[in-house]
T-cell receptor
Framework: KQEVTQIPAALSVPEGENLVLNCSFT??????LQWFRQDPGKGLTSLLL?????REQTSGRLNASLDKSSGRSTLYIAASQPGDSATYLC??????????FGAGTRLTVKP | DTEVTQTPKHLVMGMTNKKSLKCEQH?????MYWYKQKAKKPPELMFV???????INESVPSRFSPECPNSSLLNLHLHALQPEDSALYLC??????????????????FGQGTRLTVV
């Protein structure tokens, strides 16, 4: 069974800092990996999708990388803002549409 | 339109009640998911429908009964729930536009969830 781990569990940074969130998974036979953002009590907002054949995806201040062979992905957030405060979740999709989540990283960006 | 709509937004039900959660999408997606999320925990996979057929059931108790009446609609029927079933229930959809693995690698979209409280 696929196990997905995210570190750190929580992170607090001052506004303007660049930061990296980590996601690791145990089974490298994946179709894709997706990063989401979740605000308290809300649904999930898709940030970036990386296909298994890709190494990197970028959207604005966000950059996600994937090293499938080592079972790792990182989400890089540049020039963090207070509005980036949320929980960030990675989800790994295998065959049969099985999509599993890590426990998330709770990010606080202080003004 | 990348919207997945869930209704109701909030639901309070007694342990003897029967209720249903509804999820709708009009993106032509043929894979639809139900997740359960407890506070400060990640979403836990419950059910997956692929082409309107149940493809994954994560050993969910029978008091939860999913239904996919057509390609746009997903229901979760609830009966005789327990207080520990109180959670945020999330629906998601993903495109399956063919049998090629290339078109199966598509982005998943989530609804805003139904906050369920069992009293």
């Amino acid at each position: 069974k696929q196990e997905v781990t995210q570190i750190p569990a929580a992170l607090s940074v001052p506004e303007g800092e660049n930061l990296v969130l980590n996601c690791s998974f145990t089974d490298s036979a994946i179709y894709n990996l997706q990063w989401f953002r979740q605000d308290p009590g809300k649904g999930l907002t898709s940030l970036l999708l990386i296909q298994s054949s890709q190494r990197e995806q970028t959207s604005g201040r966000l950059n996600a990388s994937l090293d499938k062979s080592s079972g790792r992905s990182t989400l890089y957030i540049a020039a963090s803002q207070p509005g980036d405060s949320a929980t960030y979740l990675c989800a790994v999709r295998r065959d049969n549409n099985d999509m599993r989540f890590g426990a998330g990283t709770r990010l606080t960006v202080k003004p | 339109d990348t919207e997945v709509t869930q209704t109701p937004k909030h639901l309070v039900m007694g342990m003897t009640n029967k209720k249903s959660l509804k999820c709708e999408q009009h993106m032509g997606h043929r894979a639809m998911y139900w997740y359960k999320q407890k506070a400060k925990k990640p979403p836990e996979l419950m059910f997956v429908y692929s082409y309107e057929k149940l493809s994954i059931n994560e050993s969910v108790p029978s008091r939860f009964s999913p239904e996919c009446p057509n390609s746009s609609l997903l229901n979760l029927h609830l009966h005789a729930l327990q207080p520990e079933d109180s959670a945020l229930y999330l629906c998601a959809s993903r495109g399956l536009r063919g049998d090629s693995p290339l078109v199966m690698n598509t982005e998943a979209f989530f609804g805003q969830g139904t906050r369920l409280t069992v009293v």
